[in-house]
């Protein structure tokens, strides 16, 4: 079957052991401020736009078959710009032939990391690509806001998971990624007692995420988990925005990015976990 | 890092070396000239009486708080041509380069080990008993003994006087009779290599610095003369003064300057031989962060991962080094191209990354290149339209690479090479055989580059995909390439995102491998004046500049004005594959045919650095190329916003280091080409 894929990155160092490549699908439940991966939001294929370096030559405008209509991604303005500043974000593509560009480097490949977008949105073109993977270490990135039986099927044929836990706090979870945690905290539960070795990550959004309250309560969260190898805090990327402008659109993070971040790995190591800044 | 060698590193990088330099008066550099000339009309004994001069006329004092002396004051120094002598001497001959012995390894154990009198006995001996030897050489040979040693003899009074008398003492006996310490090891080293400097050859490479020099290290450890510490204080000591004068050992660009260093490796046996010293080189380039000595270092598929990680500490440090070679491929490589076994498992770098033998090789790695973009060119735009079949078109391109090739080595004889008394006094052999270097030595070999590999083959991916297996007809694509695609932006998209390229397809691969077989087929069997073979490399040096110049819009859709990669590597427009795709097609099997060196260059971004995880993934990177068989890898950690900063604001980025083909410099006293280049090639990967 199809999937939607809309990067391949080799020599994906902070995804998971030795020498891995990321596969990145496209379509994400959340809508987090902070989202540095835009163009993985919207799971159908997008046209991208290298704003910066356009003439407005007008090339691409007269290669529009449906002109003043929303783009359709058809891809005919794409060989129409000299620049080279247009492109597809978005590919589908067959398990298998996603399976065979990952072999082909098997003899220098360790493992694959699925992320995204969710990549467990996916989950029979997850299932069916792994299951060609010829053993390889597999693992998910993931929001964790996809459905429990989606959840719980893919990670049982996963060698690890990486976890992501924003916000303890529900309310607080809807106002900044769309979504309540309710979903979320139900598969950490069922992952914590039945699933693979897993990672939490953090990513910290100053003034957000990182006060003292919400990493005691996310490592209040997380403990208990016999299979929890180490919590992950990956502070705050200022370069979170930079790829809006390809897709039109502008980066507005509704919080102070210039606040330092309290990257405290305090409240995890009291409650006996593992856990590091990365 | 001891107070010491703080203050040193604070002396280079101020520039106060700079300081204490001077100029002849011109009526002072009258004189002298007068004076070399004045050693009759031998070549031999005017560049004799030169080094002589040189040094007599140099200043030696040493600094209260260094160790290791030997610091340049002369800037510049009368040459051994009358005017237009040169010229004259030159003319009806092939001139390379500058004319001068450059780019060879000297025999560095030997000399350390028994000093400059055994040599000076030699030449007298073979004066005496050879009349077939060249008799001016040997006196200009004795001479510079003489010379040299009379130098030593100062810099020990200057030890002496700075309280060091000790230290001028093993450096008298050293130069005579051979070093008795690493120390003096060390300081015969630096003011031998520091003579062949002033003796006006070039690129003198360092060789297997951690083979030749751990008898002495051991000696000292063992008779505890010296603890781990102080060996490895005195070790960065002497590697910071290969940056003392380097701003005046310029080749091509600041930088380029051929004190290259080889680690690790075999013995001649084919054993491991990294040991002890191999890791005090890396841990000292790494405390020192300075360009030289570039570092490079050996490898095989039996090497641990540990020795990788050390690598790829040097390599987060951004200075482009260390550079792998690996024996797996160069040491059979060598042995097919008629190396003695022995001699190919002792090899070493010359100044990028030639393959030489150190002590018995005048082997000139970098005489001529290949344009294989340029041929590759040729042939579509000569012969697409009349080809049937794409084999027809990869018969012409093998024509055209032989028909190349003869035009490349024609013009290379009678060589020009000046005599370099002093340099042959350090090889192995020139004394007994009563022969100057520059008349040849053991191997003669002559390299040639082969620039714009990856976009010959990409090329021809582009033809065989779109126009014999597509629908894109000759005519389209060659009327494309004469205006530059100015009138079918299609078909640019197409050539440039939707042609396969090598480094991410597999069509790519056995293409790669047929022209690297072209390329050595063209010169297999041929000889040079001096009895050598010739040995295709996968290198470029400056010709990826210098070629891009001569080219128009290539059938892979790059445009006039776009460089080519440097050396072994993927086109710069290669866009959706990574590392792992670039380093599998690029281990090429064929490589061993193509042996003469020049690396494959990856580029990582510098946040692949952060913390611990990402140096081992590196190192296993590193490990995993060298596993596959790949010959040569020099990686670069760049930060593509930082180079493009450091354009903008040059006075901001004074001590920014990047690699630039077979060697580093920094960045900002590039010419603009070379920067753009280097900023073209970190937006690949990732």
């Known amino acids: 079957m199809k999937g939607l894929v809309f990067h391949v990155e080799e020599f994906a160092v902070f995804d998971g052991p030795g020498l891995r490549t990321a596969v990145f699908l496209k379509g994400c439940p959340l809508r987090c401020n902070w989202c540095h991966n835009p163009e993985g939001l919207e799971m159908r294929v997008q046209r991208l736009k290298n704003a910066e370096r356009c003439t407005h030559c007008g090339a691409c405008v007269r290669a529009c078959p449906n002109p003043g209509q929303p783009c359709t991604a058809c891809g005919r ?86 976890f992501d836990v924003k916000l303890a706090d529900s309310q607080q979870h809807r ?6 945690n309710e979903l ?95 | 890092m001891t107070e010491n060698l703080k203050r040193l590193l604070d002396f280079v990088q101020s520039g106060q070396n700079k300081g ?19 050693a009759g009309p031998s070549l031999s004994l005017r560049a004799a ?41 030159q003319s009806g001959h092939y001139v390379h380069e500058q004319g001068r012995v450059c780019n060879i390894s000297s025999d560095w154990g030997a000399v350390l080990r028994e000093g400059l009198w055994p040599r000076r006995e030699r030449a007298l001996q073979t004066l005496r008993e050879n009349g077939q030897a060249d008799a001016d050489f040997l006196r200009a040979a004795v001479e510079t003994i003489d010379a040299v040693t009379a130098f030593c003899d100062r810099w020990a009074d200057a ?54 020099m751990l008898p002495f290290l051991q000696a000292d450890l063992a008779c505890g003369l010296l603890d781990e510490d102080a060996a490895q204080d005195l070790l960065e000591e002497f590697f910071l003064s290969f940056n003392r004068d380097s701003d005046l050992y310029q080749g091509m660009q600041q930088g380029d300057n051929g004190q290259s260093l080889m680690l690790g490796g075999c013995d001649a046996d084919g054993a491991c031989a990294v040991n002890q010293l191999t890791a005090m080189c890396l841990k000292a380039s790494l405390h020192l962060g300075q360009i030289d000595p570039k570092i490079n270092l050996r490898v095989d598929k039996n090497t ?58 005048m082997d000139i790695p970098n005489i001529a290149a290949m344009p294989l973009a340029g041929v590759v060119d040729g042939c579509i735009r000569r012969c697409l339209a009349g080809c049937q079949r794409f084999e027809d078109l990869l018969q012409d391109v093998r024509e055209a690479i032989f028909q190349k090739a003869d035009e490349l080595l024609a013009p290379l004889s009678p060589l020009f090479l000046e005599p370099a008394p002093f340099q042959s006094v350090l090889m192995d052999g020139c004394l007994e055989r009563g022969q100057d270097i520059s008349k040849g030595a053991k191997y003669n070999n002559y390299g040639v580059h082969g620039t714009g590999f990856s976009q010959a083959v990409d090329q021809l991916l582009a033809v065989k995909a779109l126009v014999f297996e597509g629908d894109l007809t000759p005519e389209r694509l060659l009327r494309g390439m004469e205006t530059a695609f100015a009138d079918d932006a299609e078909l640019l998209y197409t050539l440039r995102n939707k042609a396969p390229k090598l480094g991410r397809d597999e069509e790519a691969l056995p293409l790669a491998d047929e022209l690297l077989g072209y390329f050595a087929d063209s010169l297999r069997g041929r000889t040079n004046e001096r009895g050598g ?140 080409a070379y920067q753009d280049q280097i900023i073209a090639r970190t937006a690949y990967g990732l």
Not at chain 2, 20 to 38: D, K, M, N, T, Y
């Open chain 2, 49 to 89: 009486r030169r080094l002589s001069l040189f040094l007599a006329e140099e200043t030696t004092q040493a600094l209260p708080f260094e160790r290791i002396v030997g610091r340049r004051s002369l800037t510049v120094f009368p040459d051994i041509y009358l005017p237009g002598e040169r010229e004259a001497l």
């Open chain 1, 175 to 180: 106002r900044y990624t769309g979504q309540g």
């Open chain 2, 304 to 361: 641990p991962l540990s020795l990788y990680e050390l690598g790829a500490q040097l390599t987060r440090q951004g200075l482009g080094f260390p550079q792998y070679a690996n024996d797996d491929v160069v040491i059979p490589g060598l042995v097919r191209l008629g190396y003695a076994l022995e001699d190919a498992r002792n090899f070493t770098v010359a100044a990028c990354w030639e393959f030489i033998i150190p002590g018995v090789a």
């Open chain 1, 77 to 162: 303005c794409l060989p129409a710009c000299r620049q080279g500043l247009l492109s597809l974000s978005g590919e589908w593509m067959e398990a298998s032939e996603l399976a065979g560009r990952l072999l082909r480097n098997r003899a220098l490949l360790q493992g694959v990391s699925f992320t995204g977008g969710e990549a467990l949105l996916q989950p029979d073109f997850m299932l069916e690509t792994i299951s060609l993977l010829d053993g390889l270490h597999c693992l998910v990135e993931t929001c964790g806001h996809v459905p429990s039986r989606d959840f719980r099927r893919v990670c049982a044929a996963l060698d690890m998971v990486y």
């Open chain 2, 533 to 672: 073979c010739f040995r295709p490399g996968t290198g470029s040096a400056m010709y990826y500049l210098w070629h891009a110049d001569e080219l128009g819009a290539l059938a892979d859709g790059r445009l006039p004005g776009e460089p080519l990669a440097a050396n072994f590597s993927p086109s710069l427009a290669l866009k959706d594959a990574g590392p792992l795709s670039v380093l599998r097609a690029f281990a090429r099997p064929k490589v061993l045919d193509t042996i003469n060196g020049g690396p494959l260059t990856l580029e990582l971004h510098d946040t692949v650095f952060r913390g611990e995880e990402g140096l081992t993934k590196v190192a296993m990177l590193v490990k995993g190329f060298i596993d596959l068989g790949g010959h040569q890898l020099q990686l670069n950690t760049v930060n593509h916003e930082t180079l493009l900063d450091a354009q903008a604001h040059p006075e901001r980025h004074e001590n920014l280091i990047v690699r630039v083909w077979g060697w580093s410099g920094r960045f900002v006293l590039l010419d603009k």
């Open chain 2, 159 to 212: 030890l002496h006087q700075s309280g060091q008398a000790e230290a001028g003492k093993g450096l008298r006996l050293a130069v005579r009779c051979g070093a008795q310490s690493f120390r003096d090891a060390l300081q015969l080293f630096r003011l031998l290599h520091f003579c062949l400097w002033a003796s006006n050859v070039y690129h003198n490479t360092v060789g297997r610095f951690d083979q030749y």
């Open chain 2, 20 to 38: 204490q330099r001077r100029e002849l008066s011109p009526e002072r550099f009258a004189q002298l000239q007068e004076a070399i000339v004045q």
């Open chain 1, 184 to 278: 979320i905290l139900e598969n950490l539960a069922w992952l914590k007692r039945e699933g693979p070795p897993f990672v939490a990550r953090v990513p910290l959004i100053p003034g957000v995420n990182d006060g003292a309250d919400n990493l005691e309560a996310t490592a209040a969260l997380l403990e208990g988990a016999p299979r929890l190898l180490r919590v992950e805090l990956l502070p705050y990327n200022k370069n979170a925005g930079a790829k809006y402008s390809l897709l039109s659109l502008a980066y507005r993070p509704s919080f102070d990015e210039s606040r330092p971040i309290n990257a405290d790995v305090a409240p995890f190591t009291r409650h006996g976990l593992e856990a590091r800044v990365l």
